[in-house]
């Protein structure tokens, strides 16, 4: 079938894709599937204390209003753009993966369903109703991570098809040899991004007038995010050692540019310290609440917006669609 050319010539289809789905992912990743299990912990201690579940309330709407307002225009904007740009890809990954996709968007809507019960029964079910509103939010943490790991097996497969090329089943499509490595990457990073954002919100979710409290959930999020940290290196070892050969010898192009190649070892090492950075000021906050300060605050999330970008940048670049 013949269809019409997309070309945008003053920012490139690629970089209109790009942008899309970054900030999807920096939203999706962040507020959803890591941000979502973040509230759900603290609004568990405000079982025991109405002051935290306060906090979690306060964050829980700015990740609400964040994730159905731009979470969802961006994730229709990704087929939008994808599909204007490239509609033969796109309808090859709808054939192979027809059922993951069909899957997804239930799993999309049972989510949807979720956080809208989650949101506008908070201050309903209180007291003895509590308990089972926490069991709600887990239930809904589990739909957003199930989203993100069915997408990430067409994301995989797009590295390294893997046994398909052979038996050509949505099973081992699926189950290509990069699915888990880079799912085990991304849940712990969602994790920490959302560690990152809850830092950078914490004028608008922790009391200024009660410093103790303020210091206490300064001290959670800190060790929420310091705890999957570790995961997150472990996850990102394995995802980079599941890369094909081929790919990870385009990294230091994917990483810079052409012109500017030889610089990768040098980027990598400034790539490490951001993520160091992030680490450290996350172990301040655990160990040291009353030390952090309003604008340290702020830094693992821009850190971490960052060094996403240059991840997303580098796993596009290197399959070479």
């Given at each position: 079938m013949?269809?019409?050319?997309?070309?945008?010539?003053?920012?490139n289809?690629?970089?209109?894709?790009?942008?899309?789905?970054v900030?999807h992912?920096?939203?999706?990743?962040?507020?959803a599937?890591g941000?979502?299990?973040?509230?759900c912990?603290?609004?568990?201690?405000?079982?025991?204390?109405?002051?935290?579940?306060?906090v979690?309330?306060?964050?829980?709407?700015?990740?609400?209003?964040?994730?159905?307002t731009?979470?969802a225009?961006t994730?229709?904007?990704?087929w939008?753009?994808?599909?204007?740009?490239?509609?033969?890809?796109?309808?090859?990954?709808?054939?192979?993966?027809?059922?993951?996709?069909?899957?997804?968007?239930?799993?999309?809507?049972?989510?949807?369903?979720?956080?809208?019960?989650?949101?506008?029964?908070?201050?309903?079910?209180?007291?003895?109703?509590?308990?089972?509103?926490?069991?709600?939010?887990?239930?809904?943490?589990?739909?957003?991570?199930?989203?993100?790991?069915?997408?990430?097996s067409?994301?995989?497969?797009?590295?390294?098809?893997?046994?398909?090329?052979?038996?050509?089943?949505?099973?081992?499509?699926?189950?290509?040899?990069?699915?888990?490595?880079?799912?085990?990457?991304?849940?712990?990073?969602?994790?920490?991004?959302?560690?990152?954002?809850?830092?950078?919100?914490?004028?608008?979710?922790?009391?200024?007038?009660?410093?103790?409290?303020?210091?206490?959930?300064v001290?959670?999020?800190?060790?929420?995010?310091l705890?999957?940290?570790?995961?997150?290196?472990?996850?990102?070892?394995?995802?980079?050692?599941?890369?094909?050969?081929?790919?990870?010898?385009?990294?230091?192009?994917?990483?810079?540019?052409?012109?500017?190649?030889?610089?990768?070892?040098?980027?990598?090492?400034?790539?490490?310290?951001?993520?160091?950075?992030?680490?450290?000021?996350?172990?301040?906050?655990a160990?040291?609440?009353?030390?952090?300060?309003?604008?340290?605050?702020?830094?693992p999330?821009v850190?971490?917006?960052?060094?996403?970008?240059?991840?997303?940048?580098?796993?596009?670049?290197v399959?070479?669609?």
């Open positions: 013949d269809l019409p050319v997309f070309h945008l010539d003053w920012l289809n690629r970089v209109l894709i790009a942008v899309i789905a900030l992912v920096l939203v999706n990743h962040g507020m599937v941000g979502l299990p973040l509230v912990y603290l609004e568990r201690r405000g079982l025991a204390d109405p002051r935290w579940d306060a979690a309330w306060r964050l829980l709407k700015i990740f609400f209003v964040v994730t159905t731009v979470g225009m994730g229709v904007g990704i939008l753009s994808a599909s204007l740009v490239n509609p033969i890809a796109i309808g090859s990954l709808i054939r192979v993966f027809f059922w993951t996709w069909f899957t997804e968007w239930l799993v999309f809507v049972t989510e949807v369903a979720l956080i809208l019960a989650y949101y506008l029964t908070w201050t309903r079910w209180q007291g003895a109703r509590k308990a089972r509103h926490v069991r709600l939010g887990v239930g809904l943490s589990i739909a957003s991570w199930a989203t993100m790991a069915l997408i990430v067409i994301l995989s497969f797009m590295m390294d098809p893997g046994a398909w090329r052979a038996d050509r089943t949505l099973l081992s499509g699926m189950l290509n040899p990069v699915y888990l490595p880079q799912l085990a990457f991304r849940t712990p990073l969602a994790m920490v991004l959302a560690g990152a954002y809850a830092l950078a919100g914490l004028r608008w979710i922790a009391p200024r007038d009660d410093a103790a409290l303020r210091a206490a959930v001290r959670a999020i800190g060790r929420w995010t705890a999957w940290t570790p995961v997150l290196v472990a996850g990102g070892l394995w995802y980079a050692r599941a890369v094909p050969a081929a790919m990870a010898a385009n990294a230091p192009v994917a990483l810079l540019t052409q012109a500017l190649a030889s610089w990768a070892s040098a980027a990598r090492w400034g790539l490490l310290g951001a993520g160091v950075v992030v680490a450290g000021v996350a172990a301040l906050a160990w040291r609440p009353r030390r952090l300060a309003p604008w340290l605050a702020v830094v999330a850190l971490a917006i960052g060094l996403i970008g240059v991840f997303e940048r580098v796993r596009e670049f399959r070479t669609p």
